[in-house]
Structures are given as structure tokens and as C-alpha cells.
């Protein structure tokens, strides 16, 4: 089974590996300079670094769809620059799934193969998409929504040990993203972790980092750059997270159903 995935960031790789797992066959789109924070885990760096692994998972950079096509076959995670992914044409997948998490459709439509899957909110089940899989935190999360749309888009990040907003780090002005600290650091609240055109970023809490942009990513005040995880095991840095493999167990359960392959 051929599955077009679109984005490549943490949760959308989560599905990935899942998918894979279960012996599909996975191209990937993105744009070309991702805005990934969890970048350890996240086939998107293979844009940036030519190849990627996840969990024992490869993944390799595509010149175009007919390359995309022959690295998946070959068991290798494809990724594209393509970020309207305009190979579906070309690669006739049998499913689609959106996991660019705009908060908003950005142009996936149900035409566009027999299995479509909206990941998260701004897809209704039955109109754009065949499926929607829930991304909030808490009970609901994973679930598969056969009509209608997931829980709208709060604003607010989920809570992880007692911290919620206070664990994402925000730019601190305009311009190219410079990471002072590495992803796996422990930081302590106060220490500066990046700069922006001078202006220091410093950590909010206590914890390992677990996520920073890339260096020399274009960034606007208040963007999402970074990412500290109050558990402080660093080993999470280097695995899928727990809503991201709840998130693809449901992106699977509905690929199996609208496929046939539970009947």
C-alpha cells in the first residue's frame, strides 16, 4: 500500500513509522526549509541532511516523484519538497494523509485518493476528507472521526507533568533562528538556549530540551522554536512521542478500514 503522507514533522513522522510498520509504503512532502522543532524525531531533517532515521527507521531526500516511488518500494521513507503535493498526481497513491497540522485545510481534497485522512482540526470526515484522527491530548486522542471534524484548535498546549504553555519556547524577535544549546540538554529556567538577531532566548522551565528549530530558520516574534520536557529523561529526544504513535495507531486503524483490509 502506497500512503502519500503530507508534512514531515514529529507527529506526521510518528505516523509514518507506524505505518511503515504495519508494511506500507511511505512518500512524505514538506516545504523546503521545515519549521520542525522535534527534529530528532522528524523525517523533515532528511530535507536538510540528505537522510534521516527514527526509531530504526530510514529516511532519504527525493529529486522527484518517480525517485519517491522507488525508495519507498524499497522499504525507504521517500520525502519530497513538495508542499502542495502535487506528486499524487503523478504517484496514484491508495491513500492521502494530511498531517501538515495548519490547523486549517491547506488543499487536500477527498478526490485525491480512495483512503484521505484529515489529522487533527481544520477536516470534516465526509466532506474534504474520508477520515479524521483526534490530536488533542486527553481522552480522546487517536480517536477516528467518521463525520464530522475533530475538537477545534485551542491554542494551548497539551500539560506534560504539570507544565503546559510554560514548556514551549517562543522567538524572541524577527529574523535567523541561532541554537546556543543542543536537543538532549538539560537546562535549567533562565539559561539562554538560542538568539534571534541578537535578542537571547531563554529557557522557561527546568528540563531536557526536546525540540529547537534548525539553525538559520526564518523566525517572526512569538513563533514556536523550542520545546522542554519537564520528565527530564533524554532518551524521549530520540523516540516518537506518545501522542504522535497514539495519533498514527489511529491514522492505521482508519487506513485499514476504508481500505477493506479489516473486512
Not at 49 to 78: K, M, N, Q, T
Not at 179 to 187: L, N
Not at 215 to 231: F, H, L, S, W
Request: glycine content about 12%; proline content about 6%.
Amino acid at each position: 500500500m502506497l500512503v502519500v503522507i503530507r508534512g514531515a514533522g514529529d507527529l506526521a513522522t510518528g505516523i509514518a513509522v507506524r505505518l511503515h510498520a504495519a508494511g506500507c509504503r511511505i512518500v512524505m512532502c514538506d516545504i523546503a526549509q521545515p519549521t520542525t522543532v522535534r527534529r530528532t524525531v522528524a523525517f523533515s531533517e532528511a530535507i536538510r541532511l540528505g537522510e534521516a532515521v527514527v526509531e530504526g527507521v530510514a529516511a532519504r531526500l527525493a529529486r522527484d516523484a518517480s525517485e519517491a516511488r522507488s525508495l519507498a518500494e524499497s522499504g525507504v521513507v521517500a520525502v519530497l519538497v513538495d508542499p502542495c503535493a502535487q506528486c499524487v498526481d503523478e504517484l496514484a497513491p491508495d491513500a492521502v494523509v494530511d498531517a501538515i497540522l495548519a490547523k486549517k485545510n491547506l488543499g487536500t481534497a477527498r478526490a485525491m485518493a480512495p483512503a484521505v485522512i484529515g489529522v487533527g482540526p481544520g477536516f470534516c470526515a465526509g466532506d474534504d476528507c474520508h477520515a479524521v484522527v483526534e490530536t488533542k491530548r486527553g481522552h480522546y486522542l487517536g480517536r477516528v472521526i467518521w463525520k464530522g471534524s475533530a475538537i477545534p484548535n485551542t491554542g494551548v498546549p497539551g500539560v506534560i507533568a504539570g507544565h503546559g504553555a510554560d514548556r514551549v519556547l517562543r522567538a524572541p524577535a524577527a529574523g535567523p533562528f541561532e541554537p546556543v544549546r543542543s536537543i538532549g540538554d538539560e537546562v535549567r529556567a533562565g539559561e539562554v538556549v538560542a538568539r534571534v538577531a541578537g535578542v537571547d532566548l531563554p529557557a522557561t522551565i527546568d528540563g531536557v530540551l526536546r525540540g529547537l528549530l534548525a539553525p538559520g530558520v526564518p523566525v517572526t516574534p512569538g513563533m514556536k522554536a523550542g520545546d522542554i520536557d519537564p520528565r527530564d529523561v533524554a532518551a524521549h529526544c530520540n523516540t516518537v512521542s506518545d501522542k504522535a504513535r497514539a495519533v498514527g495507531g489511529g491514522v492505521l486503524e482508519a487506513l485499514l478500514a476504508l481500505t477493506g483490509a479489516l473486512k
